[in-house]
């Protein structure tokens, strides 16, 4: 991992709501980020309990998804069509953007689909995701952690939504890049 370019600070005021599930915690771990905060205890999302429309494809999960975890904290994902998923890092306005890259792949041939995210080579975390229409989808990172078995259904999934077909980032943006070692 690459952590020349991460500002030291002697706290990181990172929004814990999201990272204290699962998925998150695991993933920060692995990327040595220390984590201070009492807002870290689970996704403040609320439960979609919105059927499903399924003409969305795969294809729809390309842009730019934002998750609400307070009224001042939001999780931004970017899928590209390359395959790559980046963790925007919700930072103080004065920080540079951090994004971290990861790997993902789909699979579509269950409901609800597979999404797995490689954190690194032989990092893997697998889990499920669902279109809720085409601006809205929920996945579970609550209880997911690298190499256990994908979950077969939701329990509190996040909730995100889709705010740009765009799967560029943010001009300036900081990459720790995925390291595929």
Known sequence: ???????????????????????CLALLGI?????????????????????LTKEVSTQNLIGKWESELSPN????WIFTPEG??????????????VALEWRYQ?????QPMGLNIDLKKGQTVMTIFEF???KQMRIQIEGTNP???RPT???????????????????????DEFDGK
């Open 31 to 51: 990327l040595g980020v220390s984590i201070q905060s009492d807002l870290f205890v689970s996704p403040a999302v609320a439960q979609a309990q919105i059927p």
């Open 73 to 76: 904290q939001k999780i931004t």
């Open 147 to 149: 190499g256990d078995t």
């Open 1 to 23: 991992m690459n952590n020349h370019f991460l500002p030291h600070r002697p706290s990181s005021p990172l929004p814990s709501r999201l990272l204290g599930s699962g998925l």
């Open 84 to 97: 790559k998923l980046f963790m925007l890092l919700p930072l103080p306005q004065d920080q540079l953007q």
């Open 153 to 175: 259904s939701f329990n509190n999934p996040t909730v995100f939504k889709k705010v740009s077909a765009d799967a560029t980032l943010p001009p300036d943006t900081q990459i």
């Open 132 to 134: 809720v229409n085409d």
């Open 106 to 110: 789909t699979d579509d041939r269950n």
